[in-house]
């Protein structure tokens, strides 16, 4: 399997509920759900990271980041960590920030930004 990965940018700041809502399948998120995720998708609006195209879902999943933007990532992903369906740290921020820190964190699936969220750079050149 040839897995492609690309360096890109972060387009996921400005969101409205309403489109955050859409994003969900199955049932609706509280507003406090909501304005959790805006509040993480203002964060790392801009970033440049590294993804790879998912395999599961439309999309591309991150797989990787500099050094000067591992706060805001972290913090990302703890506020991600806060939905109370999938996350494991639900108001655990010292448990996170301890198996973060010790590089023992784990996250329980793949973080996925959708196609209109990643704008492409170039194509990483695998050695």
Same mark, same amino acid.
């Given at each position: 399997?040839?897995?492609?990965?690309?360096?890109?940018?972060? &387009?996921?700041?400005?969101?409205?509920? @309403?489109?955050?809502? =859409?994003?969900?399948?199955?049932?609706?998120?509280?507003?406090?759900?909501?304005?959790?995720?805006?509040?993480?998708? =203002?964060?790392?609006?801009? *970033?440049?990271?590294?993804?790879?195209?998912?395999?599961?879902? @439309?999309?591309?999943?991150?797989?990787?980041?500099?050094?000067?933007?591992?706060?805001?990532?972290? !913090?990302?992903?703890?506020?991600? @960590?806060?939905?109370?369906?999938?996350?494991?740290?639900?108001?655990?921020?010292?448990?996170?920030?301890?198996?973060?820190? &010790?590089?023992?964190?784990?996250?329980?699936?793949?973080?996925?930004?959708?196609?209109?969220?990643?704008? *492409? *750079?170039? !194509?990483?050149?695998?050695?």
């Amino acid at each position: 399997m040839n897995i492609k990965l690309f360096k890109a940018k972060l &387009n996921t700041g400005g969101k409205t509920s @309403e489109q955050v809502r =859409n994003e969900f399948d199955g049932s609706a998120p509280s507003e406090e759900e909501i304005q959790n995720w805006i509040k993480a998708y =203002n964060l790392v609006d801009g *970033i440049e990271v590294v993804v790879m195209e998912s395999g599961i879902y @439309e999309g591309y999943t991150l797989a990787g980041w500099g050094h000067d933007v591992d706060e805001k990532v972290r !913090e990302f992903v703890y506020l991600v @960590e806060q939905d109370p369906v999938f996350g494991t740290y639900v108001d655990e921020r010292e448990e996170f920030m301890n198996d973060w820190e &010790n590089e023992e964190y784990e996250p329980a699936g793949s973080l996925v930004f959708k196609n209109e969220d990643v704008e *492409i *750079i170039e !194509e990483l050149k695998q050695k």
